[in-house]
């Protein structure tokens, strides 16, 4: 017999055996997510991302702690650095700098660390800056801000606009300068990065002993039951992660323990919500950010942070003295 020169075609997942935040292998599939990507055929550099448009991959949680991730990862090399390859242009970019929608979660976790962190130190990291909006707002609150921000794009933007330090480089990159905070924030970041003990880890290494982080995520659980009331009311698709747009799906406990694994002693709270923008103020936008403010209230009661009423979890933790 003669054997076959020709290789075996790469395999496009690799499996997760075990739970990344507790290490708990008793994972049972909740959701199948969908891969739609054809968009990135007209990119000249990304057919191979392409290819994964009509793939679906389970979503799995944790019996242990309620973390939810996917039951596999693409070995496409690069995957998520290659779909998150946003070419924005200018004027967007401008725009998100100037919206002003999520100003009321950017100034309850500034309240807070303010709070938290008192006069003991001034120095803050936000990790993810985006254009710079909430880097703007903490320098206005008396912040020594500087952010990470790993699009050239925005980056540049976000530096160029507040005038203030923008490191176009991971965390650990910083860390390895032996850089240190007081304070460190991420808002919608930690959902997109898997193997989020490790990314907390490092963050720990770049936070003063008694330094604060805040960590803003989706609730995992709450974002399921919403998206099914939505598919069992209208036409809405249950889109949860398709794309792995979202590879984290915290619980309040595995947000915690996550954060307790990294170093730090934390505690987890329904997270304020996006509001529409102050201008033009339309009835709907009224209407919109009445249910949003009171679901917002309701979640903040004794025991509604482990109710589908906190769609998103707002944490603060402390980095423990070794």
């Known amino acids: 017999m003669i054997a076959s020169s020709m290789k075996a075609p ?44 009509g793939q679906t991959l389970d979503l799995m949680r944790c019996a242990n702690c309620g973390f939810g991730q996917p039951a596999a990862l693409p070995t496409l090399p690069r995957y998520f650095d290659r779909m998150y390859d946003q070419r924005w242009d200018a004027g967007w970019v401008a725009q998100e700098f100037d919206a002003d929608y999520k100003d009321f979660i950017f100034r309850s976790i500034l309240r807070e660390l303010e709070r938290r962190a008192g006069s003991s130190g001034r120095r803050l990291l936000d990790v ?26 925005t980056a540049a933007y976000a530096a160029a606009r507040t005038g203030l330090p923008v490191h176009q480089m991971n965390a650990q990159a910083l860390a390895d300068r032996a850089r240190r905070y007081d304070a460190l924030v991420l808002t919608d970041v930690l959902e997109h990065i898997p193997e989020p003990v490790d990314l907390l ?30 598919a069992a009311v209208s036409s809405h698709r249950v889109t949860l992660a398709d794309n792995l747009v979202h590879v984290n799906h915290f619980s309040p406990r595995s947000l915690e323990l996550a954060l307790d694994r990294a170093g730090f002693a934390a505690s987890v709270s329904p997270a304020a919500p996006e509001l529409q923008p102050a201008r033009p103020r339309s009835f709907r936008a009224l209407v919109s950010n009445a249910v949003r403010l009171t679901t917002y209230g309701l979640a903040r009661l004794p025991g509604g942070v482990h109710t589908p009423l906190a769609l998103n979890l707002q944490a603060f933790g402390v980095r423990r003295v070794p």
Request: hydrophobic share 40%; glycine share 8%.
């Open 10 to 53: 790469r395999p496009m997942f690799a499996p997760i055996a075990a739970c990344w935040v507790c290490g708990g292998r008793d994972l049972t599939p909740y959701h199948t997510l969908r891969f739609e990507l054809d968009a990135y055929r007209s990119q000249d550099q990304d057919h191979e991302l392409a290819e994964y448009s």
């Open 128 to 153: 993810g800056a985006h254009t710079g909006r909430f880097l703007h707002l903490a320098r206005e609150a008396g912040w020594d801000a500087e952010g990470i921000e790993l699009n050239p794009r």
């Open 201 to 230: 880890a490092t963050l720990a290494s770049l936070t003063k002993d008694g330094g604060v982080i805040a960590v803003k995520v989706p609730c995992g659980p709450s974002q399921v039951v919403k998206e099914r009331v939505l």
